[in-house]
């Protein structure tokens, strides 16, 4: 239903810095957040940031200050601005985007994820 073009993901190396970007189309329903989730092999699928409608935004714990997370004037588009990067932020990140259906659910689409890899 609802279509992603993700960027921005790559090779790094410690310390330095990449920023993503997602931009959404096709949606018809009433946003609530965008923001992005990694996941790891082996690991479960977690927060990494998000923004809701209104501007407030929430930062997995991991972060520790080095992400931030803004939205576009294009209100369908969200960066994610990664700086002192660590090998253990190694994963695929994959856009989120949660909506408000006119049934008052929440439902959550997903991108394809972008790899970003750190390393010396």
């Known amino acids: 239903q609802v279509q992603f073009a993700e960027s921005g993901g790559g090779l790094v190396q410690p310390g330095g810095s990449l920023t993503l970007s997602c931009t959404t189309s096709?949606?018809?329903?009433?946003?609530?957040?965008m923001g992005w989730y990694r996941q790891a092999p082996g690991k479960e699928r977690e927060l990494v940031a998000s923004?809701?409608?209104?501007?407030?935004?929430n930062y997995g714990d991991f972060v520790k200050g080095r992400f931030t997370i803004s939205r576009g004037n294009d209100r369908n588009t969200v960066y994610l601005q990664m700086t002192d990067l660590k090998p253990e932020d190694t994963a695929v990140y994959y856009c989120?985007?949660?909506?408000?259906?006119?049934?008052?659910?929440?439902?959550?689409?997903w991108g394809q994820g972008t790899q970003v890899t750190v390393s010396s």
């Open positions: 989120n985007l949660k909506t408000r259906r006119y049934n008052g659910g929440m439902y959550d689409d």
């Open positions: 096709g949606n018809i329903y009433i946003d609530y957040s």
């Open positions: 923004i809701l409608v209104g501007g407030s935004t």
